[in-house]
């Protein structure tokens, strides 16, 4: 049986970022990367806020955020896991949309890690290392 390591946040408190939006970016990237797959378990509420030294309600905004949004599912008394993509098939069929979205993604971010000094190449090495 193959156990997976827990999902961990981190803080990032020079980033400007309120923490509730870091920890949705969080998981937001670790579905997108595949290290949060379908089912898999998040920390519970007050785990993270013991880790991270935070209010208890911070995670939870996070957290319900998610699940109105359909990317976690919480089971009273089992945990919050990920959850199946409800608007799958929605994204599917707006795919120029998503494209368009992706783009002006990429071109902010490309933009802001420019202004920070960062060369493309070290921006595209950084994205291959994270997607391993």
């Known amino acids: ?7 961990r946040f981190r803080l990032d408190n020079g980033s400007g970022v309120p ?9 937001q990237a670790g579905i997108a990367t595949g290290s949060l797959s379908l089912g898999r378990q ?21 957290y319900r955020e998610l699940e109105i949004r359909g990317v976690l599912d919480t089971q009273q008394g089992t945990g919050t896991f990920i959850a199946a993509q409800r608007h799958q098939v929605e994204n ?5 949309d998503r494209t368009r979205r992706l783009d002006q993604l990429i071109d ?12 493309l190449a070290e921006i ?6 994270r997607g391993k």
């Open 124 to 129: 595209l090495e950084a994205l291959k290392e």
């Open 1 to 7: 049986m193959i156990t997976q390591s827990p999902f």
């Open 108 to 119: 902010d971010f490309v933009a802001r890690a420019g202004t920070g000094g960062f060369t």
């Open 42 to 62: 998040l920390p519970t509420v007050r785990q993270v806020a013991v880790d991270l030294a935070i209010n208890p309600n911070t995670v939870l905004r996070a």
């Open 92 to 96: 599917e069929v707006n795919k120029a």
């Open 19 to 27: 923490v509730y939006r870091q920890l949705i970016d969080q998981v």
